[in-house]
């Protein structure tokens, strides 16, 4: 065969008869999904500012002060402080609990929903789970006054259980209805929910705590959780599993999608191929770079904040502004790469591999260089907000790059693949503050901060790294293209030479 086998899908999928309009289909999904990313995130962070509000900070004794370093002088900045204090009086150990109980649940329900999307479809579980964690949102000030610490981490467990299936089942649908030559930007445009989730979330969040109804920080939960229950009802009515099955689709955009994809035109379910997936090196790589994205990450967004408060001696969560402008600035730039990511394809250019690895060593390097260059910044607040800006921002190559590269491996099996790759980047997300904590151990001097950057530094190009050398942007045999042939050429007769 003289051109690759992702050439000859590219080139196929160049040639169909692709509608026009802002108005399509599988574009109103993309925004649902969008819309469903953010509000998970929502969901996820307004904890971590309401239970600033719920605490009696002044009832709260500690036999240890905050641990600065002296190596930077204090500038006096103006720091704003809580005016008032909340009801409960929880220590920093149970505000730890209590903030990691959703996650818990949001961890261990990732493979069993990858598996069982993969089996009755992804739709249901998505809108059904979303609902789940909405409803349960009402809850949380009833579970904090009635129940304590343990009635609330029971609430926030069953809504992190709610939220498990936003991921992998996000990627299915992803895999049923963009095609490939799409993929980049609307992976990354519904994946960038993420950030938008965040940057709305903690303003928001803190002006409810502050001016809220029903006391203030309950407001949050219920105003967050109306708005969750929303989306979910519209969700589950508006949007279909596939084009096949929605009613209103545009027959020509439905012959669009189903002739470009790569193994959503039958409707038998094949079985899940554990050994083939578990023997498939390109699959290790997507999971290597998956975990050293989140230990990386983590790094940059708990670590750094916490670097500039003991050692730059300055707060960077006083400024609502300065601390959402990496989220701000990773937005931006995940969703300009996309285009660029999706025009190399689209464009014969670049091939589905060489793309992928391009964007995301952006996305692995860029923040592993801003790692580095913040750990020889000295005492200087301005330029590191800078580094971690950049260096945040272009993390945002990522979901270009290895986050949609499920889609390209397999389409059948990329939410269970997701999945997989999720749960185990998760928990290695969470080794980041732990590795942090026993490295600097009561000593936040420059030179012990430093060997923390440098180890994140060093997982970030190593995980992007071994993907650029074992990925790939070619589907997987155990996937059965071959099946695909036949209905492709059925449906598209035209078809049937370019793709034997």
């Known amino acids: 065969m003289s051109a690759s086998k992702e050439q000859i899908f590219a080139s196929q999928d160049k040639d169909l008869d692709k509608p026009k309009g802002c108005f399509s289909t599988r574009y109103f999904v993309t925004f649902m999904l969008f819309l469903g990313m953010a509000n998970a ?13 719920m605490v009696n900070h002044t009832a709260i004794t500690s036999d240890q002060e905050d641990v600065v370093d002296d190596e930077c002088p204090n500038q006096n900045l103006t720091v704003v402080e809580n005016g008032q204090d909340g009801d409960f009086v929880w220590s920093s150990s149970l505000q730890g609990y209590i903030l990691s109980s959703f996650f818990y649940g949001y961890v261990i329900t990732q493979i069993p929903f990858g598996i069982l999307a993969k089996k009755y479809g992804a739709l249901n579980f998505l809108g059904w789970g979303m609902l789940l964690n909405s409803v349960f949102a009402f809850l949380v000030p009833v579970a904090a006054y009635e129940g304590g610490v343990i009635g609330l981490c029971a609430v926030r467990f069953i809504q992190g259980l709610g939220e498990g299936p936003i991921v992998p089942c996000t990627h299915a649908l992803l895999a049923k209805w963009i095609p490939p ?34 006391g203030g920080w309950p407001s949050i939960f219920y105003v967050f959780g109306a708005v969750g229950t929303i989306w979910s009802i519209a969700f589950l009515w508006l949007v279909y599993e596939d084009p096949s099955s929605h009613p209103r689709i545009d027959e020509r955009e439905k012959k669009y999608i189903n002739t470009s994809l790569w193994g959503t035109g039958d409707q038998k379910v094949p079985n899940i191929p554990f050994k083939s997936i578990l023997k498939c090196l390109p699959f290790y790589a997507i999971l290597l770079a998956h975990m050293g994205h989140n230990y990386g990450y983590e790094t940059l967004m708990t670590e750094l904040p916490t670097y500039m408060k003991q050692v730059l001696r300055f707060s960077l ?61 000295g005492c200087d607040r301005a330029l590191t907000l800078a580094i971690l800006t950049v260096g945040v921002g272009l993390n945002g190559g990522i979901y270009s790059g290895f986050k949609i590269n499920h889609l390209d491996l397999s389409p059948r099996f990329a939410g269970f693949l997701m999945a997989i790759t999720n749960c185990l980047a998760n928990l290695a997300g969470l080794l980041a503050p732990i590795a942090a904590g026993n490295l600097i151990n009561n000593k936040p001097t420059m030179g012990q901060w430093q060997i923390v950057f440098f180890i994140a530094a060093f997982v970030y190009i190593f995980c992007g790294t071994f993907y650029n050398i074992f990925g790939s942007g070619e589907r997987q045999w155990w996937d059965n293209p071959a099946n695909d042939v036949k209905e492709t050429a059925a449906v598209l007769p035209s078809a049937t030479t370019t793709t034997t």
């Open 181 to 214: 030559n799409e993929r980049s930007r609307m992976g990354a445009a519904v994946y960038a929910g993420a950030q938008f989730g965040t940057i709305i979330s903690m303003p928001l969040s803190g002006l409810l705590a502050e001016y809220g109804f029903a």
């Open 317 to 377: 969560k006083a400024n609502g502004l300065l601390s959402s402008l990496p989220y701000l600035a990773m937005w931006l730039f995940s969703m300009f790469i996309s285009v660029i990511a999706d025009w190399m394809i689209s464009s014969n250019r670049f091939t589905h591999t060489s793309t992928r690895k391009l964007i995301n060593s952006i996305g692995q390097y860029g923040p592993g260089l801003a790692l580095i260059a913040a750990s020889y910044t």
């Open 41 to 53: 995130y929502v969901m996820r962070t307004n904890m971590s500012v309401a239970i600033v509000a």
